[in-house]
């Protein structure tokens, strides 16, 4: 189950492609019907290259890393991000992790998500609990 | 023009959100979990769970209710068409399970404005049935232009 939680470790990547409809679910799911996540044109006319990924669907992505690296739901204790750069549809989104310290049974992991060169989610911080 | 920070402190009325079976696979689905907990009631019952187990990141489904109103609260002032969502900090107390009953409650926690931009922060506490906290969260707006 969980991973090797030391300082300075690296954390297993996630990678994950949104695929055109993506938006369309997870407005449903999560009741964010924002129309710059799910209507191309109104997107356009706002000055978007188009539909943008929901800021909170790539943290969960950040939060799925996490979850699954530490083996349960219940170890995620509590996640801080800032969203900077937009997602895209159709495009991989990559997880990286990397464990900062490790104390009292709970660990520091530093994490973001990118697309190719562009940072979505950015100055991630979670804490891992490992009892 | 300077921001108004007269809200800050300002709390808006409590929302109570059922945390429902399907609504938690349909969560878990959107954002790629294949871990069973969230899927399978018999998978988590044998973890010992009486229900599936809502993803930590289910916070917004049953948060966003609650700060919305604060969101688009005159007398906080944002404009929407030039808000961006900059921020996010969530804190789980324990996770969630369907079958629950929560209570959300959102105040403004704070207001400031650094070159040209209104910084807004939304504090949102999240308890269940008994009164203990199961999550925290902060909600960070940014809006261009004030």
Known sequence: ?131 | MPVNTSAVGKEYPPITYAVGREKVKEYASAVGETNPLHLDPAAARAAGYDDVVAPPMFAVVYQSPAVMPGIFDPEVGINFAMMVHSGQDFRWERVVVAGEELTTRAKVASIEEKGGMGFYDFEVVTQDAGGATVCTGIWKMIVRGV
């Open chain 1, 1 to 131: 189950m969980a991973a090797n939680y030391e300082a300075g470790a690296a954390l297993p990547e996630l990678k994950v492609t949104p695929d055109r409809f993506l938006t369309v679910r997870y407005a449903g799911a999560s009741g964010d019907f924002n129309p710059i996540h799910i209507d191309e044109e109104f997107a356009k006319s706002v000055g978007l290259p188009g539909r943008i990924l929901h800021g909170l669907w790539s943290m969960a992505q950040v939060a799925r890393a996490q979850t699954e690296a530490a083996g349960g739901p219940e170890r995620l204790k509590a996640l801080s991000v800032q969203f900077r750069g937009m997602g895209v549809l159709e495009q991989e989104v990559l997880v990286t992790s990397t464990v900062k310290a490790v104390e009292d049974g709970t660990a520091t992991v530093a994490a973001e998500a990118r697309q190719g060169e562009t940072r979505i989610v950015r100055n991630a911080v979670a804490e891992i609990g490992l009892d």
